[in-house]
């Protein structure tokens, strides 16, 4: 099939060419096709911002550029780096002065493969990426001239790093992962195959979700070894490139704030046959400036974890890192409850630390009664340290002095993960002299700042609040109002009388503003919506009720030019459910009716159905509640169709929709919502399901937020499974699939079957694979041909019908 288009239907008449992609109606075509908003990143200075002018979509021709799949990800050999399918590239580089408002163009020649950019920590520089087609070069641009050179030849490494370069804080050097010199050639998989592939269970649980890509046979771990292994080099300005210890198969590294030492993190055999690069024996050492190797921290053996239940965790030390406000200290974590959460324990992670020489023993910083989440640096006598519990959904922050363990951790904020309206905000962080992120505190050092999402029972409202660091009293220095939705990027000084913020309202895109303490702004970059058909949706934040009295939300949009008087039109609801523990939490308000909402390829591109004279009804709220010891899967069916009948009486009520001409659509677990609700009730006339799962045997160690096994609860897995329903389904419905896609749980089989079996069971569907595409879609044509499919189903499914059915 490869450069086709292959669809398989039933009663989906149609007289176009089956294997070609086909264009979407105006303006779909015309949207897709125009500049995206860039990148911006503010400079640690607070004196620039960079602009990263994004590229169109990708073709379907670089999507479908041979990729090697090892270890759970996939690569593109020729360049060492990750598969174009899977990259972010930018074009453009543009500077902005704050103080002059002048712009200025990055001087290098075109490229369309720039990487994401990376500040130097005084902002008098930053570094990117460059791909060519002989391999993937590191450029640094200098600020003050605005001109950008290569540092290196094509020789970075970036198939398995996580960051494949770094700066060091004094801004006149990085350090580099490169490609091995003289490695030979590339070993590839014979013609023939030497003999079977072979697994075998050694009477032990080692219970896995499903991944692909893994390294199921000797040839697949020759490969990995050869594209995997590489070295860390030292790499100043001029370009000279000094090595860094032996290769090794290196997935981290990070210099210490100091640029003494390297923390490096590689794996080695044996490797895993069902579990990706994660689960791979690891080795975490401490090198010096020369590569010696002054410290083994771990050396961790196979983590094939049972991935239920959840808050279950490895042994040995997870989350290293160097101390942010130290020159060379270690942090890291490990559990003292044999990693597992069904085991009694008063105390179950322990934060170490480590400094340098590193020959000492590791001091305890704090013990958590649960999992570690996050640690944040205030002062030097000062640290926020967050701890979480993934199965009661409790997450709490305590306030500790490092450096006295006789002084007991105090209590700053607890609350539920999923408690929206009780969310203090995330505390605000700047880049320090050390080139790390630490928190802005006030000049006396009495307060730090947090800003949040601000949610309320009226939408989202961001604000910035100062914290009292003596006895965590909160003030509010600023707030969004409507009708904008604004939030808080960065402060300029430590009193917060001065900050940066991003704007977007329903018709202008997000924007750059420079705010003051007093009440005054400035609007610092002027980006243009570039699909102004959107221009007159005004999208409405409507709240109702289900039947057993949960609050629920959703965003209602019109299209373009709608009279009320013309009566009720087709409608589409595209929605995603969502786990809840707590009643109260399921209930409460997300989002905000004052966001930039514009379709693109990569998201929310259900919205261009507006372009067609449908309705949306965006992210009804669809939670599924278990409180308690109760799961929320237990009831799973019956919420979601309850939740589905209130939206629906909802649109119906205002006169906007009529019963018999609603489509219920989502991806991924919407996709799995979708066909549950086509066979679980009669209250849509169509469904669009995408790149979803919908036999969960097939997932049978947990899925989404399902703690259960299979076996534990197999009438849970069973009754949840539209597949085990499908002979229920008699409504249309549009399926869609990327052929490669490797998200876990959601291989094509899963369509491909559920296909078969609506098809076997005398129903009506249409399935459309698209090639090389992920779960995901980004080629311009799969993007386009998927708009092409769900604009022309629901025209035939829903605009040539007007007889209601009986919900």
């Known amino acids: ?91 453009e580089l543009v500077l902005l002065d704050l103080a002059t408002g002048k712009e200025r163009l990055i001087g290098m020649p075109p490229s369309d493969r720039i990487g994401t950019p990376q500040w130097s920590r005084t902002g008098e520089a930053f570094a990117f990426t460059v791909t060519t087609d002989a391999g993937i070069q590191l450029w640094v641009a200098d600020v003050a001239t605005a001109q950008a050179r ?9 198939a398995f790093v996580n960051r494949p370069f770094r700066w060091l804080a004094s801004g006149r050097e990085l350090i580099c992962s490169v490609v091995v010199r003289d490695r030979g050639t590339a070993p590839v998989a014979p013609d023939a195959p030497h003999g079977p592939i072979v697994q075998e269970s050694d009477g032990k649980a080692a219970a896995s979700w499903t991944y692909t890509d893994v390294l199921t046979s000797p040839e697949k771990e020759a490969q990995f070894e050869y594209y995997a292994r590489s070295q860390l080099a030292w790499i100043d300005l001029a370009g000279k490139l000094t090595l860094l210890a032996e290769p090794a198969l290196i997935t981290e590294f990070a210099p210490s704030p100091d640029g003494n030492y390297v923390l490096v993190a ?52 997870r989350a290293v890192q160097w101390k942010a406000d130290a020159d060379a200290t270690l942090t890291w974590v490990e559990a003292i409850d044999g990693g597992d959460p069904m085991r009694a324990a008063d105390a179950r992670d322990r934060v170490f630390t480590l400094t340098a020489p590193f020959d000492a023993q590791p001091t305890k910083l704090v013990d958590l009664a649960w999992r570690l989440g996050s640690i944040v640096a205030l002062r030097d006598d000062l640290a926020f340290v967050t701890e979480s519990w993934w199965t009661t959904r409790r997450t709490r922050t305590w306030a500790i002095e490092p450096g006295r363990p006789d002084v007991a951790p105090r209590l700053v904020f607890e609350r539920s993960s999923q408690d929206a309206y009780a969310d203090p905000g995330s505390i605000l962080t700047r880049v320090s002299s050390r080139g790390t992120p630490v928190a802005w505190t006030s000049g006396d050092g009495k307060y730090a700042y947090l800003a949040g999402r601000g949610a309320s029972q009226d939408g989202e409202f961001p604000f910035l609040d100062r914290l009292d660091l003596s006895n965590w009293a909160r003030e509010r220095l600023w707030r969004c109002e409507a009708p904008y939705f604004e939030e808080v990027t960065d402060l300029l000084d430590a009193n917060a009388s001065a900050f940066l913020t991003r704007r977007e309202s329903v018709t202008e895109p997000p924007n750059v503003l420079r705010r003051t303490s007093e009440g005054k702004f400035e609007v610092i970059t002027g980006l243009k919506d570039q699909a102004p058909e959107f221009a007159k949706v005004v999208p409405e934040l409507i709240t109702y009720a289900r ?58 591109d259900h919205l ?37 009948e209130a939206a629906v009486d909802a649109v119906v009520a205002r006169g906007v929709a009529e019963r018999g001409r609603i ?31 919908y036999n969960r045997t097939l997932t049978p160690f947990g899925f989404q937020a399902e703690p259960r096994s299979f076996w534990d609860a197999p009438e849970t897995y069973i009754a949840m499974s539209p597949f085990t329903f499908a002979h229920r389904i008699d409504e249309p419905i549009l399926l869609i699939h990327g052929q490669n896609d490797s998200n876990s749980g959601t291989f094509p089989i899963q369509t491909e079957r559920l296909f078969a079996a609506i098809k076997g069971n005398g129903g009506k569907a249409r399935y459309v694979q698209l090639p090389f595409e992920d779960h995901g879609y980004r ?29």
């Open 1 to 91: 099939m490869h450069a086709l288009l292959f669809t398989a239907f039933l009663a989906f008449p149609t007289a176009v060419d089956e294997f070609s992609y086909r264009q979407p109606p105006a303006p779909i075509a015309r949207i897709l096709d125009a500049a995206p908003l860039p990148f911006v990143s503010v400079s640690p200075s607070g004196r620039h911002l960079l602009f990263a002018e994004r590229r169109a979509m990708p073709t379907i021709a670089e999507v479908a550029r041979p990729a090697l799949g090892l270890a759970g990800t996939r690569i593109d050999a020729p360049t060492n780096g990750p598969a174009f399918a899977r990259s972010t590239f930018f074009r």
């Open 266 to 317: 590689s794996v080695h055999r044996p490797y895993s046959r069902v579990e990706p690069l994660s689960a791979f024996p690891a080795r975490t050492v401490i090198l010096d400036r020369s590569g010696k190797v002054v410290r083994e921290l771990a050396d961790t053996s196979l983590q094939e974890i049972p991935p239920l239940p959840p808050d279950r965790v490895g042994l040995g030390p």
């Open 608 to 644: 261009f159905l507006l372009t067609q004279g449908f309705g949306i009804l965006d992210d009804p709220k669809m939670p599924i509640i278990g409180e308690g010891d109760r799961q929320p899967n237990d009831t799973y069916i019956e919420q979601l169709v309850a939740s589905a």
């Open 547 to 604: 039947k057993d009295g949960v609050n629920l939300s959703a965003t209602l949009l019109l299209p373009p030019g709608y009279d009320p008087a013309s009566g009720p039109i087709p409608f589409v609801f595209w929605a995603y459910p969502t786990e809840f523990k707590d009643k109260a939490a399921a209930g409460q308000v997300r989002g905000s009716p004052y966001r930039f909402t514009r379709p693109n390829g990569g998201s929310r």
């Open 663 to 693: 489509a219920i659509g989502g991806h991924s677990y919407g996709a799995f919502m979708t066909a549950n609700l086509l066979a679980h009730s009669n209250l849509f006339a169509t469904g669009i399901a995408r790149s979803g799962a």
């Open 150 to 158: 290569s540092v290196t030849p094509p020789v970075v490494n970036a």
């Open 779 to 807: 080629a311009r044509e799969s993007v386009g041909h998927v708009q092409w499919e769900m604009c022309t189903w629901l025209e035939a499914q829903l605009k040539s019908k007007s007889a209601p059915r009986d919900g």
